[in-house]
C-alpha cells in the first residue's frame, strides 16, 4: 500500500512549497495569457497534479484573488524597504514608481476584479487595506518633509499609480514609458518659486548673468551671482542636498526596474 502524505513539519512544507509553486505559476500565466488559462495547464506548467491545485485553490476565482492579494502583499513590502532607506519624499516617489513598474502587464487580473461586482472576498480586502495603510504612511512623511503638495490625497496617488500603469504599458518603448511616468509623478513635487518676470535690457546685464542660472534649480529662490568664480546653481547647501537625493533615488528607482 502507498503511505498517506506525512501531516507532520515535513509534509507541511511540500505543502507550502507547492501552494508557493503554483502561485507563482499561475502569476506569470495569467500576466501573460489572461485569466483564460484553465486549472489543468497552471498544474501542468507547474509541475504538480491537478489535486495539488485543487486542495489549494478550489476554483479559478480563489487562485485569482491569490494572484492578486499576492502582489498586493510585495508592494506593501516595497513600501516598507523604501521608507527604511530613503529620505521621505525620495521614498513615496520611488515607491510608486516601483508600483507602477511592477503592476505593468497585468491588466487582465486588474480588469477582472474591477468589473466582477462579487470582488474584493476578504484576502484581498486584506490586502488593499494594508496597502493604503502603507501608502499614507508615506504620503504622511512626505507632507511632513515638504517633498509633495498639501493637496494631494492617497486617493490621487492611487488614482495616478492607475494611470501610470496603463500609460507604461501601452508604450512600446519601456525605457520612454518609464520616463513619461516619471514626469507624471514629477508634477506631486511642490512647485518652485516662480521666476521674476520684470522686464530687463540684457545690453546691460553682465554676461555671466546671462548664462549662469538665476534661480535655484532645487526651490526656486533667487541666486547671489557673483562677479568671479563658479556660478551658483544652488541657493544653499539644504537644495544641495535635496537635488543630490532625489537624483540618487532616481538611480536607485532605474536599477530596479
Not at 511540500?14 to 501573460?32: C, I, K, Q, S, Y
Not at 470582488?119 to 496597502?131: G, K, N
Not at 504612511?137 to 517633498?147: I, N, V
Request: with cysteine.
Amino acid at each position: 500500500m502507498t503511505a498517506a502524505p506525512s501531516a507532520g513539519p515535513a509534509g507541511r512544507a511540500d505543502a507550502r512549497r507547492n501552494r508557493e509553486l503554483v502561485l507563482r505559476t499561475a502569476m506569470r500565466m495569467f500576466a501573460a495569457e489572461g485569466l483564460g488559462v484553465p486549472l489543468g495547464r497552471i498544474a501542468q506548467r507547474a509541475g504538480v497534479g491537478p489535486a495539488t491545485v485543487y486542495r489549494h485553490f478550489p476554483s479559478k476565482d480563489v487562485l485569482v484573488e491569490a494572484v492578486f492579494a499576492e502582489h498586493i502583499e510585495g508592494l506593501v513590502a516595497a513600501a516598507d524597504r523604501w521608507a527604511a532607506r530613503a529620505a521621505p519624499g525620495d521614498a513615496l516617489f520611488g515607491f510608486l514608481l516601483e508600483v507602477i513598474e511592477k503592476s505593468a502587464g497585468r491588466q487582465h487580473v486588474c480588469a477582472a476584479l474591477t468589473a466582477d461586482q462579487g470582488w474584493p472576498r476578504a484576502v484581498l480586502t486584506a490586502a488593499a487595506r494594508r496597502f493604503r495603510e502603507a501608502l499614507e504612511r508615506l504620503l504622511y512623511d512626505a507632507k511632513q518633509s515638504g517633498a509633495i503638495r498639501a493637496d494631494v490625497q492617497a486617493d490621487d496617488l492611487s488614482a495616478l499609480a492607475v494611470g501610470g500603469i496603463a500609460l507604461r504599458s501601452a508604450h512600446r518603448n519601456r525605457a520612454r514609458g518609464t520616463r513619461l511616468v516619471r514626469l507624471l509623478l514629477d508634477g506631486l513635487r511642490i512647485p518652485a518659486v516662480t521666476k521674476d518676470e520684470t522686464f530687463r535690457d540684457i545690453s546691460s546685464v553682465p554676461r555671466h548673468e546671462t548664462t549662469a542660472p538665476k534661480h535655484c534649480v532645487e526651490c526656486g529662490s533667487r541666486l547671489r551671482v557673483r562677479a568671479t568664480g563658479r556660478p551658483p546653481r544652488y541657493c544653499g547647501p539644504a537644495c544641495r542636498q535635496r537635488a543630490h537625493r532625489r537624483r540618487r533615488v532616481a538611480s536607485t528607482a532605474s536599477a530596479l526596474t
